[in-house]
Nanobody, 120 residues
Framework: QVQLVESGGGLVQAGGSLRLSCAVS???????MGWFRQAPGKEREIVAT???????YSADSVKGRFTISRDNAKNTVYLQMNNLKPEDTAVYYC???????????????WGQGTQVTVSS
């Protein structure tokens, strides 16, 4: 079974940037991938998704600030997060998904995620 390992989270001040990485144990070239997040007391929500060919979707809450990308040769997916806000504080997860990009079906098991904390 494919394993997903998220990294790159941390504590950052509002307005700062972070780059998250998701290393996948198997080949991702045939899969759409997605980033999700879960804040305390809230349900997990979609952040951004990307097809194998590069077409992507971003949630309205992060549009213009976050960018999803992928390196199929490295089996890694990235999330560049700029102009971070306190409301972006959450545990961030990646997963393989089945389109449509704006409402994907989750295909894999969840990893441990990476904590992002944005201070005001």
């Amino acid at each position: 079974q494919v394993q997903l390992v998220e990294s790159g989270g941390g504590l950052v001040q509002a307005g700062g940037s972070l780059r998250l990485s998701c290393a996948v144990s198997g080949r991702i070239s045939n899969y759409a991938m997605g980033w999700f997040r879960q804040a305390p007391g809230k349900e997990r929500e979609i952040v951004a998704t990307i097809r194998s060919g590069g077409a992507s979707y971003s949630a309205d809450s992060v549009k213009g600030r976050f960018t999803i990308s992928r390196d199929n040769a490295k089996n890694t997916v990235y999330l560049q997060m700029n102009n971070l806000k306190p409301e972006d504080t959450a545990v961030y997860y990646c997963n393989t998904v089945l389109p449509p990009l704006n409402s994907p079906r989750i295909l894999g098991s969840w990893g441990q995620g990476t904590q992002v904390t944005v201070s005001s």
